[in-house]
């Protein structure tokens, strides 16, 4: 694409310069017209990472739906590819109709000017329950801008699509986590301990009662041996009678 094939005045392109692009093949790439909105396209899935897997076009399992478990996280990239000319910026926001089934698209931001490829986004699942997904369906918006003059330093670190997925994948394989729970225990300096850590502080929070009751009955075990010995151990004090005590005394005289 030239620097400025657009006809579109400087600011957010319209519907109908959007379909014109498209039209002329350019701006973006394996587009379908029906996702333009008034200033905005919707771009679908089209490669899913998940379990280690590139579920793209060429995969035996590409039509099917596919399950993203309470708290899963998984990486998309888009079916649509953009390519954006020195003097167009693009913006990709979360459609609301995927928030609406709690299904969080984190945005991918701003796309600089000479982009060319297609958009890599994360999604989470917070709903308690297992929700689906599946390629073609719409994942996020995009919006396009006209810029007054062409970027000096349009992005220059394109690839084919191919190498992005295996690059991208290896990296998920490697490094990214697959649940929001990994994120939130990670790390030694966590706030939040994991559910053995949690079952470890109960057992020792009651192992610690259980040996305080029994050093407590064992105390006052000793205290009752103690006291018991001290009575059965006391001498007995000898009564005399009287009649004995004038009966000694005479003898004492005689």
């Known amino acids: 694409m030239s ?15 959007l379909e014109a692009a498209i039209d002329q093949g350019n701006l973006i790439l394996n587009a379908n017209k029906s996702n333009l909105q008034a200033c905005s396209y919707d771009m679908r899935i089209g490669t899913i990472f998940k379990n280690g897997q590139i ?27 953009l390519d954006l000319p020195t003097n167009v910026m693009a913006t990709a926001f979360a459609i609301n109709g995927q928030s609406s089934r709690s299904l969080l698209v984190l945005n ?7 982009f ?13 329950v297992p929700l689906t997904i599946s390629r073609n369906m719409p994942i996020f918006t995009v919006i396009f801008e006209v810029l007054p003059h062409s970027t000096t330093s349009p992005y220059t670190k394109n690839v084919t699509r191919e190498q992005q997925e295996r690059d991208f994948n290896a990296s998920v394989v490697e490094q990214a986590t697959n649940n ?8 030694k300096d966590s706030p939040y301990v994991t559910r053995q850590e949690a079952k ?24 009752i041996a103690i006291i018991l010995t001290i009575v059965y151990n006391k001498p007995q004090n ?5 009649q004995n005590k004038s009966t000694n005394n005479s003898n004492i005289y005689s």
């Open 3 to 17: 620097q400025n094939v657009l006809n579109a005045p400087v600011g957010v392109i319209a519907k109908q310069d």
């Open 55 to 81: 579920l793209n076009d060429f995969h035996t399992d590409a039509n099917k739906q596919f399950s993203i478990e309470p708290g899963e996280i998984i990486s998309i990239f888009t079916l649509e590819e």
């Open 108 to 114: 991918p931001g701003h796309v600089d000017p000479g």
């Open 116 to 128: 060319k490829g297609c958009l890599t986004v994360k999604a989470i699942n917070f709903r308690k």
């Open 180 to 187: 929001i729970s990994d994120i939130i225990i990670q790390g």
């Open 200 to 223: 470890e502080i109960v057992q020792n929070h009651w192992m610690t009662w259980l040996t305080l009751i029994l050093t407590f009955v064992a105390a006052l075990t000793g205290i």
């Open 238 to 242: 000898q009564n005399v009678s009287p």
